[in-house]
C-alpha cells in the first residue's frame, strides 16, 4: 500500500445538469451543503453537458433524464463509449424501469428520483465520496476496500457513519425488516432511540441499498418519510 496521494482531502467537483435553471439552482445549494462537495458548473443540455465534462473534468455528474436535446441516458452512454470514468448520479423524475435498467448499465452509481429532500442527496454524496477514495493509495485492493467501491450500486456494505453502532444498527434493521414500512418515528418506539438517531439509521440503510424511502402527503407540514426493506 502507498501513501495517500496530496489530494486525498480534496473536495470532489460536481457538473449539475438540468435544464430547468431553479431546479439546477436549488441542487447546487443542496451539493454545497455537504462537506467534501463543491459545484464547479451547470449544463441545461445533454450536449453542453458532455462538453462540459470534458473542459471541467469534474468527479461527479448529477443528471437528469429528460434533457431537451439528448437523454441523460444518452449522455452517460457517450461519456462510457468515450472513455470516461465520471461519476453519475442520475438526479431525475423518470420512473420508468426501462430507464433504470439503462442508468444501472451505464454505471450510474445512484439514481434519485424528484423530488427529494437534502438528506435524499446528502446520503447517496458521502456513499460516493466512499467508494471514491476507497482505492486512493492502494495497490492491490482488499475486500473491504472493493466493497465500498461497489456500496453505490447496492452491492456491498459501508462503514458505519460516526456516531452510529453496530448494535443499534442491527436493532433498526430488525425493526425495519419486521415492517412492510416505518418511519423514523416508528422506528425509534421499536427500538428505544430518539427519532433523529432512527432516521440517521435509516437514511444509512438507504445509502447501502437495504432501504428505500418515499414521502408520504396528507395534512399540514412537511411530508412523512417512509422506510421500506429491500
Do not use: N
Not at 438526479?91 to 439514481?111: I, K, L, M, Q
Not at 456500496?151 to 425493526?175: C, N, W
Amino acid at each position: 500500500m502507498t501513501a495517500p496521494g496530496p489530494d486525498a482531502a480534496r473536495d470532489l467537483r460536481v457538473l449539475v445538469v438540468d435544464d430547468d435553471f431553479m431546479v439546477a439552482s436549488i441542487h447546487t445549494r443542496f451539493v454545497d451543503r455537504v462537506d467534501g462537495f463543491v459545484v464547479v458548473g451547470q449544463a441545461a443540455t445533454g450536449e453542453t453537458a458532455l462538453a462540459e465534462v470534458a473542459r471541467l473534468e469534474p468527479d461527479l455528474v448529477l443528471l437528469d433524464v429528460h434533457l431537451p436535446d439528448l437523454s441523460g441516458i444518452e449522455v452517460l452512454r457517450r461519456l462510457r463509449a468515450r472513455g470516461d470514468d465520471v461519476g453519475v448520479v442520475m438526479v431525475t423524475a423518470a420512473r420508468e424501469a426501462e430507464t433504470v435498467r439503462a442508468a444501472a448499465a451505464g454505471g450510474a452509481a445512484h439514481y434519485l428520483v424528484k423530488p427529494f429532500e437534502f438528506d435524499d442527496l446528502a446520503t447517496r454524496l458521502t456513499a460516493f465520496r466512499q467508494a471514491h477514495g476507497a482505492l486512493r493509495g492502494v495497490d492491490r485492493a482488499g475486500q473491504e476496500e472493493i466493497d465500498a467501491v461497489f456500496a453505490p450500486l447496492g452491492r456491498g456494505r459501508t462503514a458505519l457513519p460516526k456516531g452510529l453502532s453496530p448494535e443499534t444498527a442491527a436493532a433498526v434493521l430488525e425493526a425495519l425488516r419486521g415492517s412492510d414500512e416505518l418511519s423514523a418515528a416508528e422506528a425509534a418506539d421499536a427500538v428505544g432511540v430518539s427519532r433523529v438517531s432512527a432516521r440517521r439509521y435509516l437514511e444509512h440503510f438507504v445509502a447501502e441499498g437495504r432501504a428505500t424511502v418515499r414521502l408520504r402527503y396528507g395534512g399540514a407540514g412537511r411530508p412523512e418519510r417512509r422506510y421500506r426493506p429491500v
